[in-house]
């Protein structure tokens, strides 16, 4: 891998290890448009200072955008969750591995 390509994923993996950066990509993944109300229900426990926060540091990513029925995922911002789409039978799997050292 090149240095180039290490920075890159460096920057990436710093903008999704923000608080909620993930929760929020997750919460636009089906590709529908959310307006911030809803957005935030989705995502939980977020307070909306902390949401706008994520949406700008996701807008300025180019991985969501808003329009005029609310906010939505970008072409890149779904290649992104095309790409995490396997995450969730990771867990599954790493789940029972982590069971199965406790035991």
Same mark, same amino acid.
């Given at each position: 891998?090149? /240095?180039?390509? #290490? !920075?890159?994923?460096?920057?990436?993996?710093?903008?999704?290890?923000? &608080?909620?950066?993930? &929760? !929020?990509?997750?919460?636009?993944?089906?590709?529908?448009?959310?307006?911030?109300?809803?957005?935030?229900?989705? !995502?939980?426990?977020?307070?909306? #200072? =902390?949401? #706008?926060?994520?949406?700008?540091?996701?807008?300025?990513?180019?991985? *969501?955008?808003?329009? /005029?029925?609310?906010?939505? *995922? =970008?072409?890149?911002?779904?290649?992104?969750?095309?790409?995490?789409?396997?995450?969730?039978?990771?867990?599954?799997?790493?789940? *029972? #591995?982590? *069971?199965?050292?406790?035991?």
């Amino acid at each position: 891998m090149s /240095s180039k390509e #290490n !920075v890159a994923i460096g920057q990436l993996l710093a903008l999704l290890e923000s &608080r909620y950066a993930i &929760r !929020v990509l997750w919460a636009l993944r089906d590709g529908h448009a959310q307006t911030f109300r809803l957005l935030q229900d989705s !995502v939980g426990t977020i307070t909306p #200072n =902390t949401l #706008n926060t994520r949406i700008k540091d996701l807008r300025a990513a180019g991985l *969501v955008d808003h329009g /005029s029925d609310g906010y939505v *995922v =970008t072409p890149m911002g779904a290649d992104l969750l095309k790409r995490l789409a396997d995450l969730p039978a990771f867990a599954a799997k790493w789940v *029972v #591995n982590q *069971v199965k050292k406790d035991i």
